[in-house]
Nanobody, 123 residues
Framework: DVQLQASGGGLVQAGGSLRLSCTGSGVTNDTYAIGWFRQVPGKEREGVSCISSTDSTTYYADSVKGRFTISTNNARNTVSLQMNSLKPEDTAVYYC????????????????WGQGTLVTVSS
């Protein structure tokens, strides 16, 4: 049973930075990627960034390329999302989940969601 927890959200001014962490029993694996997703009320959840657990292949949504960086620590038990140059439109609840990387995006592998962490960027 995969259980991932997202943490590190908060309130930050536009142009600032935050670092989100994804931890839990399912981070260390050789089966699926780990992805960060976000959702704004009234909108569909979108894949922000994913990282493969086998070859470290990464995916970034166009809206965050050059600003966000996904990484796995040496122990492979934490996947972080470093978010720089934050914009008000980055405001959302961020979730981490098992994922798969496809040609045009990354997607939740099992369609199950844990508790997210709220990121609020003020203008």
């Amino acid at each position: 049973d995969v259980q991932l927890q997202a943490s590190g959200g908060g309130l930050v001014q536009a142009g600032g930075s935050l670092r989100l962490s994804c931890t839990g029993s399912g981070v260390t694996n050789d089966t699926y990627a780990i992805g960060w997703f976000r959702q704004v009320p009234g909108k569909e959840r979108e894949g922000v960034s994913c990282i493969s657990s086998t070859d470290s292949t990464t995916y970034y949504a166009d809206s965050v390329k050059g600003r966000f960086t996904i990484s796995t620590n040496n122990a492979r038990n934490t996947v972080s999302l470093q978010m720089n140059s934050l914009k008000p439109e980055d405001t959302a609840v961020y979730y981490c989940a098992p994922a798969f990387i496809a040609l045009y995006g990354c997607y939740n592998r099992y369609d199950e969601w844990g508790q997210g962490t709220l990121v609020t960027v003020s203008s």
